[in-house]
């Protein structure tokens, strides 16, 4: 089976995993869950949540007991697109080529789903840290927790926003990067080695894989939004330029951003070594992700 | 002591916690920590973390423990008034008497300072359950975390939102009511009791203390927004009636919803007649609350 059929499995499998957790217990939730299901189900790659089970599956066998958290970050990952999307911060009509949350459910309803999202997913988490391992679950939830709040993913979105028509250096464009795209992205194979029960040592080459990936992945979108085609991204060309965003392309031009992708990619692929065979899934994933145009 | 010197101490010792817990890492989180901390000290009354830790007190002498999920609690309160707010949500532009937070940092810092509310709620909670009883730590979060998402504080202002200008039955109201507003207060007093090491009895108990205290306060809302004077209350008088939203008041008039107040307070005295002595100040406290004129 090649990286793409196996990919489209293992997406499959999330979106069954997400659509467990995603039922309203009244009428009164009705449109709340609408909402948050039209972009949970907006044609997300889960690569977070496909990382975290894959990093997972380097150490152990499959287990129940990540499913939560490979629900929760997918939740957290959403959230933070559909806040993103508003007319207040980025203010984009189409995201992978499908309306976003606020035009189609208004951009009251899209703050508070975004909200119930990030909420849901601490409930998930919580949910699933009571059923299992206690303590794995807490240290999995603060990993989590940290990554994507001030310190993690949200600091970054507040960086980013706040450099918006400004001149800003190339180490605030690295923390942008660090901290609103790759943040995550380590957390899931973090955690994953963390309930599979990793040593710290394998807790720290993975963490160090995922921060890699993530930076690979961001200049990587940053390479696309500049020459992708608006059919292919599903988002309008060249956003970034629209909202005068500073980016890692706009600092060193294209090819240089690709050798750093591929000096990143490279990285990535030292760190997997450590795993051995085992890692070969992750391998896959990695170059497929790094050789993607959209 | 009176109860305002009383209460007085008491706000002090939160807000002084609350201190503890919102200082930036770094130069890059300063501007969203100061958007954070300007409507967490707006004046608030702080009443959810009182009754958090006054329902643990009623069971157990002050321990550390509760602090964490007192100052969540206050977090999350916080995080809801600022979107709330928002132009897309109520579109207030004064609470307590203050510019309310996206008229200081616009809409985009807004948004995200509440986010990162949300999330530094869940984060402060996490850690303090790794550091005393994980179980009752993972309870307490799970009763938050109901009660403050989709089932419980942000369902009642979807509803609440998707109610303006509408004609709604008395039935909605009173869910809006119980969602919105009386959720999280009898969070408050149930995580008290539990994180105390309360039985299933005392926690009933103080659950329904919790509920028919947060429906009163929340007619007497709806009293005071009806005959309030903006000094007073530090918001448009009345801008329930602007939103064109159904209360408990347009229903049933002044007269009735005062009467209403004053049969849910004495339930609310009947649950605490339980815990005899011991539950004196909460009784003051909930006294206190429904005198209010403001």
């Known amino acids: ?33 609408e909402a948050m299901k039209y972009s949970i189900f907006a044609g997300g790659k889960r690569i977070r949540p496909i990382l975290m089970i894959e990093a997972y599956n380097v150490l152990n066998n499959y287990e129940k007991a990540v499913e939560p958290f490979a629900v929760a970050i997918e939740m957290i990952h959403t959230y933070s697109l559909i806040h993103d999307d508003l007319p207040a911060m980025d203010d984009d009509d189409y995201r992978r080529g499908k309306l976003t949350n606020h035009k189609v459910y208004g951009d009251g309803i899209a703050i508070l789903a975004g909200d119930a999202l990030l909420n ?10 009571l059923q299992n391992d206690m303590k794995l679950g807490l240290q999995a939830m603060k990993i989590l927790g940290e990554r994507s709040g001030v310190h993690g993913m949200i600091g970054g979105q507040v960086i980013d926003l706040l450099s918006e028509n400004r001149e800003i250096s190339i180490e605030t464009v690295t923390y942008i990067h660090e901290h609103k795209t790759a943040a995550l992205i380590h957390a899931a194979v973090e955690v ?15 963490k160090k894989f995922g921060y890699y990936l993530g930076m690979a992945f961001q200049i990587q979108d940053d390479i696309l939004d500049k020459i992708g085609k608006q059919e292919i991204l ?22 240089k951003s690709k050798e750093q992708v591929i000096l990143l990619s490279k990285k990535a692929f030292e760190c997997l070594n450590y795993f051995g065979e085992s890692a070969d899934f992750l391998k896959q994933l990695t170059k497929y992700l790094m050789d993607r145009n959209y």
Chains 1, 2 share one sequence.
């Open 120 to 129: 849901l997913a601490f409930e998930i988490m919580i949910e699933g840290s």
């Open 192 to 206: 994953g080695v963390l309930l599979a029960g990793g040593t710290k040592e394998q807790l720290e080459k993975m």
């Open 1 to 33: 089976m090649n990286i793409e059929s196996m990919l489209a499995n293992k997406i499959q499998k999330v979106d069954k995993l997400l659509k467990n957790y995603l039922t309203p217990n009244s009428e009164y939730e009705e449109k709340i869950y």
């Open 234 to 255: 599903g988002k309008s060309i060249d956003s970034d330029e629209k909202n005068k965003k500073a980016t890692y392309v706009s600092f060193y031009g294209l090819e």
